[in-house]
T-cell receptor, first 115, second 114 residues
Framework: AQKVTQAQTEISVVEKEDVTLDCVYETRDTTYYLFWYKQPPSGELVFLIR??????QNEISGRYSWNFQKSTSSFNFTITASQVVDSAVYFCALTGWTGFQKLVFGTGTRLLVSP | DSGVTQTPKHLITATGQRVTLRCSPR?????VYWYQQSLDQGLQFLIQ???????AKGNILERFSAQQFPDLHSELNLSSLELGDSALYFCASSAGLLGDTEAFFGQGTRLTVV
């Protein structure tokens, strides 16, 4: 079975701090994909990144960066110099060969960035 | 704007009633997914359609049904509603298999059963 664990329920930081959101996954598939989505207070789910299991290169997009480590089954997300607009719930998700039709989501991490 | 449109945005109805949630996928996307987000269950996959055919089922109750029409829009029908069905229902679409592509989500329909 596939499972995604986001152990951090809520994180509070002050603006300009760096923050890392943890994501640990479980799957028996050798081919799988990992995702991060953002859910701001308005409620919609916004796609942030997709990464396949064969690509362990870290990725940076502006203030966002992702660290994928197969050895520890982790796909962590770091926001550098956080801003108030980063306040949201962030979800890590997984799909794999046995279920490419669905995303398995973690429980989410609520990030509160205060000015 | 993800390009996925869901209507209505909010719905308040009584127990025992039936409602229909509508989703228009992004232009060109053949796959449509329905998810339920509740406080106790989190984000749960309900069902997936690809080009009009049901392809995968998740934790969807028998009281719930869905379909995808020839124009690719989809509807989720919820009947004999219970208080516990109150949740945010998301529709998502993708061009192909998840992984090859990502899923883009609509803004959701917030259903309140009173």
């Amino acid at each position: 079975a596939q499972k995604v664990t986001q152990a951090q329920t809520e994180i509070s930081v002050v603006e300009k701090e760096d923050v890392t959101l943890d994501c640990v996954y479980e799957t028996r598939d050798t081919t799988y994909y990992l995702f991060w989505y953002k859910q701001p207070p308005s409620g919609e789910l916004v796609f942030l990144i997709r990464r396949n299991s064969f690509d362990e290169q870290n990725e940076i997009s502006g203030r966002y960066s992702w660290n994928f480590q197969k050895s520890t089954s982790s796909f962590n997300f770091t926001i550098t110099a956080s801003q108030v607009v980063d306040s949201a719930v962030y979800f890590c998700a997984l799909t794999g060969w046995t279920g490419f039709q669905k995303l398995v989501f973690g429980t989410g991490t609520r990030l509160l960035v205060s000015p | 704007d993800s390009g996925v449109t869901q209507t209505p945005k909010h719905l308040i109805t009584a127990t025992g009633q039936r409602v229909t949630l509508r989703c228009s996928p992004r232009s060109g996307d053949l796959s449509v997914y329905w998810y339920q987000q509740s406080l106790d269950q989190g984000l749960q996959f309900l069902i997936q359609y690809y080009n009009g055919e049901e392809r995968a089922k998740g934790n969807i109750l028998e009281r719930f049904s869905a379909q995808q029409f020839p124009d690719l829009h989809s509807e989720l029908n919820l009947s004999s509603l219970e208080l516990g069905d109150s949740a945010l229902y998301f529709c998502a679409s993708s061009a192909g298999l998840l992984g090859d592509t990502e899923a883009f989500f609509g803004q959701g329909t917030r259903l309140t059963v009173v």
